[in-house]
């Protein structure tokens, strides 16, 4: 009787703990399907929907939050500085040549002391009237120069030579008024005591994002001179893709104004002399010569209106991929839909985000800090939102790869490189052979546009020509006949 009681304790012991772990089992399904539903929000999730969650995120994150404070002490130090005024000098160097240039600083006294500091002889200072304007208009750096300056900072540094007094060099040697200016304020910078990333930082813009955090992960290993030549051969291959592309498509976009151009002159200037003939003989003339014969009257008529609107059109859809960003990634989707063209972009797009992502990973930035980075240097909307879900998922513990998978904008060969990577721990490896592999295939693409645009050019102007001979052809078989 006893062990049968026993038995009965037990079961009623064991129906209300079974009613317990399903309960708990529902709830861990629950939670889990939640979580899986809010990750496929997040990975539907575009535009200013995922700029939202992204912030969110990072208003969450301690990691952020900390950064968030440090950036508050950033800008605190900042106003703090003194307002720099612009000024500008005259000074002689060594060899008695007159030097002008622009200089920002606190104080006139600052620019004659700096100047003075800098052996030259310093002429004259004055600060810049609003009319006073600098004919160097733009301040960013070629790829190509970039890479040169970067090469022989990188030399100096090796020889022994102080980063402060390398800076120095480049500046006295560069014949570039523009660089000359930019180089003197970065050697300022460094002279009142700022790091070297900093003092890049301050020249508005002129240095890149990535170069600038590629320094500051230097300073940090120490390893600036290492650094500085894997940035150059970076820029250099950058600037090689752009010459490449523009090299492709120089000789069929000059092909291409040439024949528009005898077009317009055809029908401007030669159809108009036979329009004489067949009206003074009363030809009949076909629909194709009407066409023609009214083309010929509106262009002679209304060229200039026709200019200056295709002008207008160009400044505003410029204006509009520039400021808007639903427009420009409406246009971009559209561009990399395209046959051809689309391969080019996308190939450029991946191969320069896996190259720049294994430079960064390979001087030990963190995969955060990277994709924050990746984030500012793409210029492409379809991209930037790839890498806005990878942050929120990373900050919630996911993989890189969960937020690249399925995207058509990224090829699944790099996907699985990607994946390949993060299960094998080599993600800075692969994210250099997907770059190597994808160079290539751009640079291939980049030969099939030429190969493809200049068959394609020759049949407009052959149709095109055709077309306006025709038109004049046709009635002129109409007045023979009627001899």
């Given amino acids: 009787m006893a062990n049968a009681s026993n038995g009965l ?11 317990k772990k399903a309960a708990h089992g529902v709830t861990f399904i629950v939670g889990i399907a939640k979580n899986d539903q809010r990750a496929f929000q997040i990975q539907k999730a575009t535009g200013d929907e995922l700029l ?56 006139k006294n600052d620019v004659r002391v700096f100047l003075q500091n800098e052996g030259y002889e310093v002429v004259e200072i004055k600060e810049r009237s609003k009319w006073d304007v600098d004919l160097n208009f733009s301040t960013k750096i070629k790829n190509g120069d970039l890479s040169f300056m970067l090469t022989q900072l990188s030399t100096y540094i090796k020889a022994g ?32 005591g700022e790091k070297f990333s900093v003092a890049l ?12 955090n590629m320094v500051k992960t230097s300073e940090m290993t120490g390893d600036l001179p290492g650094t500085l030549d894997e940035m150059a051969e970076y820029y250099t291959e950058v600037e090689k893709s752009r010459k490449a592309m523009i090299s492709a498509l120089t000789y069929p976009m000059v092909i291409l104004i040439v024949a528009v151009v005898a077009v317009v002159f055809v029908i401007v200037y030669v159809v108009p002399q036979f329009v004489g003939m067949f009206a003074s003989n009363n030809a009949e003339l076909p629909g194709i010569t009407v066409f023609i014969i009214a083309a010929s009257d509106f262009l002679g008529k209304y060229w200039l209106h026709l200019l200056i609107g295709i002008i207008a059109l160009i400044i ?13 990634k409406t246009m971009q989707t559209f561009y990399m839909h395209l046959p051809v063209i689309g391969n080019v972009i996308i190939y450029n797009e991946v191969s320069t985000l896996t190259r720049t992502f294994a430079s960064l990973l390979n001087h030990s930035v963190f995969i955060t800090d990277s994709m924050e980075i990746l984030s500012k240097l793409s210029n492409n909307e379809i991209y930037k939102e790839i890498i806005n879900r990878t942050l929120i998922n990373l900050s919630k513990g996911g993989k890189i790869s969960d937020s690249f998978r399925g995207e058509w904008a990224f090829p699944v060969v790099a996907y699985e490189m990607l994946v390949t990577g993060e299960s094998t721990g080599q993600l800075a490896v692969m994210m250099e052979k997907v770059a190597i592999h994808y160079q290539t295939l751009h640079s291939n693409a980049v030969t099939s546009i030429k190969s493809l645009i200049e068959p394609v050019i020759i049949c407009f102007l052959a149709v095109a020509v055709g077309f306006i001979i ?12 009627q001899l």
């Avoid at 900390?66 to 000098?89: F, H, V, W």
């Avoid at 002129?206 to 170069?211: S, V």
């Fill in 201 to 212: 930082e301050k020249q508005n813009k002129t240095f890149p994002t990535l170069l600038i």
């Fill in 316 to 328: 505003i859809y410029l204006q509009m991929f520039k400021r808007v960003k639903s427009f420009r």
């Fill in 52 to 107: 939202e969650e992204l912030n969110k995120v990072q208003q969450e994150s301690a990691e952020y939050k900390n950064q968030g404070e440090l950036d508050d002490l950033e800008r605190i130090r900042r106003s703090k500085e003194q307002k720099l005024t612009s000024y500008r000098y005259k000074v002689k160097d060594s060899s008695g040549k007159i030097i002008s240039n622009t200089f920002e600083a606190p104080t």
């Fill in 161 to 192: 030579i102080p980063l402060i007094n390398s800076v120095r060099i480049l500046a006295k040697q560069t014949t570039n008024a523009m660089h000359k200016k930019i180089l003197n304020k970065v050697v300022y910078e460094l002279v009142v």
């Fill in 470 to 481: 025709m038109s004049i052809i046709m009635p002129m078989f109409d007045l023979y006949g």
């Fill in 9 to 19: 304790k037990s079961i009623f012991k064991f129906i209300p703990n079974l009613f």
